[in-house]
C-alpha cells in the first residue's frame, strides 16, 4: 500500500472509532431496555441475590435447576461490590456504568480485531470494512449490553484478533486459549464458533504438539475459571454445561419459549436489515467461503447458525454471538467477488449506490437506539427511568392493568406445571424495583381502589394510551387529579397524536405507554 493511502487509512480509522466511541456512550447511557430479559434476571439479579439482597425464592427458575453458568454473575457482584464501596447505589446509575464499561470492552475487542485483520482487505475495500465494523446499525446498539451472547463475541473477537496475528507466541497460545474458553462459558453455544475456529487455527499454522499444549492449557484455565464460579453461584460442584444441554435440549424445555421452523435465521438475515443489505450479506458470505484466508471464520459462523437453526427455539438475538463477525466477512466476501465479476466492483463503489446503504444503515441505527432508549417501546421498564428518577426514595403505589406494562415484573416460567407455565408465577427486577413501591393490579379506571386514601404515598398508574381512551372512566380520572407525567413518546410530540382516526394512528396509540401520577 502507498505511504499516503496507509497514512489516509489509519487517520479514517481514528476518526471512525472516535465516532464509535460516542455512539457508544450515548447508547449506553439510553439504552435502560434489554434487548431480551435474560441478560437482567440470570445476571444482575443471580447477583443481587449473592451480595444478599434478595432471597433464593425471588431469583428465576433457572438458579434453583443449576443450569445456568456463574461467570457473569461473578463479574457484577465484584462489580457491584465495587461501586457499593465508593458510595454509587442509584440501579439505573449502576446499569449505565455497566454498559459503558461494556461498551468499551468490546470496542477495545473490536478494534483489536479490525487491525489484525485490515491488511487482509485490498487499500479500495479497506474503508468499507472499518466502516461496516464501527456502524453497521446493530454494532452501537446492542454491543454495549452485558449479556451472554454480547460478551462471548467480545472475547471471540478479542481471541481472533491473536489468532490472526502473524506469529504466536506461547504466552499468545494461552491467552487464545484462555479467552475462548471463558467465552464458552459465557454462552455454551460459542463452543460450535471456537471448536472450527481453532481447528483451523492448529490446521493452517502446522502447530506442533507443543505448542498445542500451551493452547490446551489456556481453554483449561478458562474452563476451570468458568467451573469455578458456577461453584460460587450454587455452592456445589456443578458442571453447569450438562446441566443446561441436558434439561434445555434434552428434555426439550427450550421449545416450551416457542418453535420457529429451520429457515428462520436464513430469512432473518435476509430481511432484517432490508432486502438489499440481506443480498449483500448472502454475497458477501458466499464470497468469503471462496478464499482460504477467510474460509475457517466464515465456516465457523455458518457452522453456528446451521447448528442453532436445527434447535426448534429460535430467537434473533442468538445470532448476537457472532454478528461483529459479519463486517469482516461480508466486505471480505464482495472484494473476492468483485475482483472474479468486474460489474459487481463499479456497482459496490457507485456513489448514490453508497449513499443509499448510508441512508439505510443510519435509519436503521437510529430507530433501534431509539427503541433502546425505550420510544415506543411497549415493554413495562420503558419508564422505569422515570419512576426510579422521581419516585425511588418515596412511598408509592403502582397501578397497572396489565403485567405487559409493569416497569419491574414479567411472567416468569414454571418448569414444574402441569399446564400454562408462564401463568404460574412471576418474577420481578428487585435490582431496580424501589424499596418503598408496592404495586396493585387494577381492572379498569372505574376500580376504587384508584380513589382510596393512601397517606402520603405517591399513586401512580402504568398504563398502554389505547387502553386509556378506550375506558369511559378516564375523565373521572383526571378530574380526581390525576395527572400524566411520561410516556414511551415524547409528551409534546403525544399531544399531536390523534386519540382515533386511521389504523395507523390506532397501532400508534397502542406503541405508547402512560405514566399518570397522583400526590
Not at 434445555?248 to 416457542?258: D, E, H, I
Request: aromatic fraction near 18%; glycine fraction near 6%.
Amino acid at each position: 500500500m502507498p505511504f499516503s493511502n496507509k497514512i489516509e487509512t489509519d487517520r479514517f480509522k481514528t476518526y471512525s472509532l472516535v465516532v464509535f466511541l460516542l455512539l457508544v456512550l450515548i447508547n449506553s447511557i439510553n439504552s435502560l431496555i434489554g434487548y431480551h430479559p435474560d441478560q437482567h434476571y440470570q445476571i444482575i439479579e443471580f447477583a443481587n441475590f449473592k451480595l444478599g439482597r434478595i432471597e433464593a425464592s425471588e431469583v428465576a427458575w433457572e438458579y434453583h435447576y443449576q443450569e445456568r453458568q456463574g461467570l457473569q454473575p461473578f463479574l457484577i457482584y465484584v462489580y457491584l461490590k465495587v461501586l457499593y464501596a465508593l458510595g454509587i447505589s442509584d440501579p439505573v446509575k449502576l446499569t449505565q456504568i455497566l454498559r459503558v464499561i461494556t461498551g468499551l470492552f468490546f470496542t477495545f475487542c473490536l478494534t483489536r480485531f479490525i487491525n489484525s485483520t485490515l491488511h487482509l482487505f485490498k487499500p479500495a475495500f479497506q474503508k468499507a470494512y472499518i466502516a461496516s465494523s464501527y456502524f453497521f446499525w446493530f454494532i452501537p446498539c446492542y454491543y454495549v449490553h452485558f449479556a451472554s451472547e454480547t460478551f462471548a463475541q467480545s472475547l471471540m473477537l478479542l481471541g481472533c484478533a491473536f489468532l490472526l496475528s502473524d506469529r504466536n507466541t506461547q504466552g499468545q497460545l494461552v491467552l487464545i486459549g484462555l479467552l475462548f474458553g471463558l467465552a464458552f462459558f459465557a454462552r455454551f453455544q460459542s463452543a460450535i464458533t471456537s471448536a472450527i475456529l481453532l481447528t483451523g487455527f492448529v490446521w493452517t499454522r502446522q502447530l506442533k504438539w507443543q505448542d498445542c499444549l500451551y493452547l490446551g492449557g489456556g481453554i483449561g484455565l478458562g474452563l476451570s475459571i468458568g467451573v469455578l464460579t458456577d461453584v460460587w453461584l450454587y455452592e456445589d460442584w456443578i458442571f453447569t454445561p450438562y446441566r443446561y444441554l441436558d434439561f434445555q435440549l434434552f428434555k426439550g424445555v427450550v421449545n416450551a419459549f416457542g418453535v420457529s421452523p429451520w429457515y428462520y435465521y436464513l430469512t432473518l438475515l435476509l430481511t432484517s436489515s432490508t432486502l438489499l443489505f440481506g443480498i449483500l450479506t448472502y454475497l458477501g458470505l458466499a464470497g468469503s467461503m471462496l478464499n482460504r484466508k477467510s474460509f475457517f471464520l466464515s465456516i465457523s459462523v455458518l457452522g453456528t447458525i446451521g447448528v442453532l437453526s436445527i434447535i426448534g427455539h429460535k430467537e434473533w438475538r442468538f445470532l448476537l454471538q457472532v454478528l461483529a463477525f459479519f463486517p469482516f466477512l461480508i466486505v471480505y466476501g464482495l472484494q473476492e467477488f468483485s475482483y472474479h465479476f468486474p460489474p459487481l466492483r463499479k456497482v459496490l463503489f457507485f456513489k448514490p449506490f453508497v449513499a443509499l446503504l448510508v441512508l439505510l444503515n443510519l435509519a436503521l441505527l437510529t430507530y433501534h437506539s431509539l427503541m433502546n432508549s425505550g420510544i415506543l417501546s411497549i415493554q413495562g421498564e420503558a419508564l422505569m427511568g422515570a419512576v426510579n428518577r422521581n419516585y425511588f426514595n418515596k412511598p408509592a403505589r403502582l397501578f397497572y392493568t396489565q403485567i405487559e406494562y409493569h416497569p419491574y415484573m414479567i411472567r416468569g416460567y414454571d418448569p414444574d406445571a402441569v399446564e400454562n407455565p408462564f401463568d404460574q408465577t412471576k418474577i420481578r427486577k428487585w435490582f431496580y424495583q424501589p424499596p418503598r413501591l408496592s404495586d396493585q393490579v387494577i381492572t379498569d379506571l372505574s376500580c376504587p381502589s384508584l380513589y382510596a386514601d393512601y397517606g402520603d404515598s405517591v399513586r401512580l398508574l402504568y398504563i398502554n394510551k389505547a387502553v386509556f381512551l378506550a375506558d369511559n372512566a378516564r375523565d373521572n380520572l383526571l378530574n380526581q387529579g390525576y395527572q400524566l407525567k411520561a410516556a414511551t413518546l415524547p409528551l409534546f410530540v403525544d399531544k399531536f397524536i390523534p386519540e382515533q382516526g386511521n389504523p395507523w394512528v390506532d397501532r400508534l396509540n397502542r406503541r405508547i405507554i402512560y405514566l399518570f401520577e397522583k400526590k
